[in-house]
């Protein structure tokens, strides 16, 4: 069993920065793919990058440009770094990991856009 624990969460003000952190149980190097999804109220849970242990990326049309994922393995960790966030970022989000075994998720941690 994988967990994953989130944090960094807040509510920014929009054009402002946040960096989420999600910290693996489990080596990060045994995970094929880590990354991100949120759900906003009243949405799908949508995939917002991810990652894979060979180290490409995917990102979302809608983030591509400010959001950047990133991941230490060395700390079973993966990081989003959001910049110029908007209004439209307010969600929950979730981190996930994925092995051919399992798919994983954390508790989430909300991020609030506002003014």
């Known amino acids: 069993q994988v967990q994953l624990v989130e944090s960094g969460g807040a509510l920014v003000q929009p054009g402002g920065s946040l960096r989420l952190s999600c910290s693996a149980s489990v080596s990060s190097l045994s995970l094929n793919f880590m990354g991100w999804y949120r759900q906003a109220p009243g949405k799908q849970r949508e995939l917002v990058a991810h990652t894979s242990n060979s180290g490409s990326t995917e990102y979302a049309d809608s983030v591509k440009g400010r959001f950047t994922i990133s991941r230490d393995n060395a700390a079973n960790t993966v990081y989003l770094q959001m910049n110029s966030l908007k209004f439209e970022d307010t969600a929950v989000y979730y981190c996930?990991?994925?092995?051919?075994?399992?798919?994983?998720w954390g508790q989430g941690t909300q991020v609030t856009v506002s003014s």
């Open positions: 996930n990991a994925w092995t051919r075994v399992g798919n994983y």
